[in-house]
């Protein structure tokens, strides 16, 4: 069969450990800010304790994933469960358990590609120092790296140091801003704790490079491609400052080692300008991303929005898909579908963002997210999903073309391998391939069910990816 999708392309699905693990403070795992938040809402949906308790199932899961024929597993380490506290003593017990997971994927003939930090930082590390707002997080976050790639990078070839971080600086919840009410503070607060993450990601980048021979490593990014909801020039404007805000200033930092110059000038007339000392910029300038991780599930339009006497330049509305006025107000595009859950359908801007990612890096792409978030039902036995179906043929025939306009492409991993916590959603959202058999009340046997689209996804695979 024919197919543009390279031969050693890297079909395969992600995760990330506070979602699926369970076994919350077992065998010495310290608190996450994760394990945190889903514990203020344990009375309303499922939390982190246990999850879909992949810290038990493990082998049988990565047996299904040989079974899916998957060539890799984009998963997360958590940090709190190898250094509990973030920054103290190694728990021998954490390194075991992901040593045994890494051992088993490869012999199952399956590629550990990892990412470092998923939204789960040592809880610890807030108490002691607010979390990303201090360097002491910074160089913690380094150390953490750096026993990572010794203990598993004899294996591991592939690394992301975080996920998303131009998405979790949006949501004061997943930063640890808990308590502050001023708009000024918290944009304040948020300016820091963003470049101290591209500072630790720049660390982890050069270590990694260091350590590990023949290494990868690159940024995972929440994609954001906006069309302007008219054709009137400032909204076309204010599309483009939307994407350029919510990932190239992120993506520029990380590949030209600062920001560029709209940003800096935001910073500046806003007085949120963090600390960024001269010695940082040897170290920013030197960490080179090998590829582009994509994370891609919707797209949105954006119109100007001007100032007001109520409402000053800088002063944001929202959270992921935040308004700024005097650069955008977001909106949904009135000509596409949404999900259940209000996420806009768009194969045909995957393609966008692919082509805009390569031609502004040039550097390798993976997709390491993309995937639709249903109310699946489990009907005798079964799980027929054909919505999933659909939305990820439209998806990798998006890459297909993407390929062929010249982009090029490492590999694609729907979100997720199996049903797993939804931060907001629980269990009543699921993304699997493979259902988990519990509620969010109710664990039940949480027993593995594989989805209609797991056996059509097992076909892509063999094929390389023809999905007619």
Not at 11 to 17: D, E, F, I, N, T
Not at 117 to 124: K, Q, R, S, V
Not at 139 to 164: I, L, S
């Amino acid at each position: 069969m024919n197919t543009v999708f390279p031969k050693k392309f890297l079909w395969g699905a992600s995760s990330s450990a506070f979602q699926i693990e369970g076994a919350w403070d077992e065998d010495g795992k310290g608190m996450t800010v994760a394990d945190y938040n889903s514990f203020k809402k344990s009375n309303i949906q499922a939390d982190t304790k246990v999850a879909s308790d992949f810290y038990h199932n493990y082998e049988k899961d990565i047996e299904l994933m040989k079974e899916l024929g998957m060539k890799t597993y984009r998963f997360s380490v958590s940090w709190a469960r190898i250094i509990p506290d973030g920054e103290g003593e190694i728990n021998q017990k954490g390194i075991e358990f992901y040593n045994k997971v890494i051992d088993k994927l490869i012999e199952c003939g399956i590629e550990p590609f990892v990412t470092l930090y998923h939204f789960d930082l040592p809880f610890a590390l807030v108490e002691k120092y607010n979390g990303w707002e201090s360097r002491e997080t910074v160089y913690a976050f380094e150390r953490f790296a750096k026993v990572c790639f010794e203990n598993f990078g004899d294996r591991v070839k592939y690394w992301q140091p975080h996920n998303e971080h131009n998405l979790i600086v949006r949501v004061e919840e997943r930063i640890n801003i808990y308590d502050e009410t001023d708009p000024w503070k918290i944009d304040k607060m948020r300016a820091q704790m963003d470049y101290n993450l591209c500072l630790a990601h720049a660390l982890a980048v050069n270590a990694c490079h260091e350590m590990i021979p023949g290494s990868q490593i690159g940024a995972a990014v929440s994609s954001s491609v906006t069309y302007p909801l008219t054709s009137k020039p400032e909204d076309v404007f204010a599309a483009r400052m939307n994407d350029n805000f919510k990932v190239y200033s992120t993506l520029d930092m990380h590949y030209h080692g600062e920001y560029p110059g709209y940003y800096m000038e935001y910073l500046k007339k806003r007085d949120i300008m963090p600390y960024m000392p001269e010695e940082d910029k040897e170290v920013l300038k030197k960490a080179k991303m090998d590829f582009i991780a994509i994370n891609y599930y919707r797209t949105n339009c954006a119109e100007a929005l001007p100032v007001d006497e109520e409402h000053p330049f800088g002063l944001r509305e929202g959270t992921v898909d935040y308004s700024i006025y005097g650069l955008f107000r977001m909106s949904m595009n009135p000509n596409l579908k949404a999900s259940e859950y209000g996420a806009a359908i768009d194969p045909s801007g995957l393609r966008v963002a692919l082509n805009e990612y390569w031609q502004r890096y040039h550097l390798p792409i993976i997709i390491t997210e993309n995937g639709l978030g249903a109310h699946d039902v489990l009907e005798e036995g079964q799980v027929h999903d054909n919505y999933r179906i659909d939305y990820l043929r439209d998806h990798i025939n998006a890459c297909e073309l993407a390929i062929q306009d010249g982009v090029e492409m490492l590999g694609y991993c729907p979100w997720s391998f199996m049903d797993l916590l939804s931060s907001a959603q629980g269990f009543k959202k699921r993304y699997g391939l493979v259902y988990v058999n519990r509620t969010d009340h109710e664990e039940l046997d949480l027993e593995r069910i594989k989805k209609d689209s797991f056996y059509w996804y097992k076909e892509v695979i063999k094929n390389n990816g023809v999905t007619k």
